[in-house]
């Protein structure tokens, strides 16, 4: 799309307020997109943004951000690694409606959802997997269960008067990301991550969030009546897939933290996972407790999880902006706040 056709189009973000969605709007103000955000929350101030408070569930609050929109990016969610079953359906299932149909109403055209490549991810190998993969059977936690049904909704609205994609990227990082790195500098602090899960041989793709960004502008551009991208989902990534136990030793090591060497287990941590849930589940009544190590976070710490792109690299002509390297270190040098300074 040339530049002179981005002028006067206005894009909204719902979920601008947060890592991702902040990472859209900045990309989309340096487009010369005009760009609206709605968010529950308001996570920064720029005098070129029209920010709107609201919740996405309500059609009421959402209504007001849609006027003259051109497309609508929707990267909200519930904190992925929180364990709210009632809340993640009623944003991301309800949520979701909600937004499909205040498009319509609003007259808005294109919907861009940030699914997940999680949607085939049931806790085995994943290796190199498509777009054709089917939606696990059984997801392992209330995020993914509610993911599968949301890029369903919105692949399912696609019709000749409304276009939608579904983009999935998979491990994003990147400055101001909060859970990779935090989670795993907050982990390595509690004396927990000297141990790698499993062989250490575990294949994964992790994605910087200025790819993911770019993945989702080309979606929208490409989002047009007769476009072969309507009604698709596609893989984003890095596609440079790689150790899982190097990438968070890169991230560990460039951040003064020492890098886990021995290994346990898979299948024992595994165990220790399950039994942690069983307690966070019987304590529930009386505290809520989130563990970090879950069945499902020891699951993509000790399995093959990476996805082809080749589908996005020939329809919409993808290709990663940043290197992982690359990637790593700009978020390393973003995390000043995070470095070892009892070393
Ligand atoms: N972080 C990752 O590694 C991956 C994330 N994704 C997807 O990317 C998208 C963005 O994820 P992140 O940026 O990491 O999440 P985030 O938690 O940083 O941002 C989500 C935003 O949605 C907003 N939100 C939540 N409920 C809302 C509601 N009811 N009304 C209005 N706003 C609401 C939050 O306030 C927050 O600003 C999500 O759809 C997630 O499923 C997909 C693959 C990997
Ligand atoms: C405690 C250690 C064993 C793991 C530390 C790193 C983890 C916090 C991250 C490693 C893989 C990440 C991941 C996600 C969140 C953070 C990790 C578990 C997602 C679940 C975020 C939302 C998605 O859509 C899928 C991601 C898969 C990878």
């Known amino acids: ?180 790195v935090p989670t795993t500098v907050r982990t390595a602090k509690a004396g927990k991550m000297k141990f790698k899960i499993g062989d250490g041989k575990n294949i994964v793709d992790f994605t910087f969030v200025e790819n993911v960004v770019h993945g989702h502008i080309l979606a929208a551009e490409h989002l047009e009546p007769g476009s072969k991208i309507c009604g698709k989902a596609y893989h984003i990534t890095n596609d440079e897939p790689i150790f899982f136990w190097d990438f968070l030793s890169k991230i560990l090591t460039g951040l003064g933290y020492n890098a886990p060497k021995k290994n346990l287990p898979f299948w024992l941590v595994y165990i220790i996972a399950v039994i942690l849930q069983v307690i966070c589940f019987l304590l529930k009544p009386i505290k809520q407790i989130h563990p970090t190590f879950t069945p499902m976070t020891v699951s993509l710490a000790g399995t093959h999880h990476y996805y082809s792109c080749q589908r996005a690299i020939a329809d919409m002509g993808y290709k990663p902006l940043v290197n992982l390297d690359d990637a790593i270190q700009k978020t390393v040098d973003s995390f000043p706040e995070l470095r070892n300074t009892s070393k």
């Open 1 to 180: 799309m040339e530049a002179t056709d981005r002028q006067g189009k206005i894009c909204l973000v719902v979920g601008g307020g947060g890592f991702l969605g902040r990472h859209i709007v900045e990309k989309l103000l340096d487009r010369g997109y005009e760009v609206h955000v709605f968010d529950l929350r308001e996570t920064f101030k720029d005098d070129r943004v029209t920010y709107f408070l609201g919740d996405l569930c309500k059609k009421e609050d959402l209504l007001p951000a849609m006027k003259d929109v051109f497309v609508v990016f929707h990267c909200a969610t519930p904190s992925p690694l929180s364990n709210n079953k009632e809340l993640f359906h009623k944003v991301n299932c309800h949520g979701t409606k909600t937004i499909i149909e205040a498009c319509k109403e609003a007259g808005v055209k294109r919907l861009v959802l940030t699914s997940s490549a999680s949607v085939v991810y049931e806790g085995k190998d994943v290796e190199n997997g498509t777009e054709d993969l089917p939606y696990a059977c059984k997801p392992m936690d209330y995020y993914t269960e509610t993911k599968i049904l949301q890029e369903k909704i919105v692949l399912e609205a696609n019709s000749d008067d409304f276009f939608t994609v579904a983009i999935r990227p998979h491990g994003i990082f990147g400055p101001r990301d909060p859970h990779m």
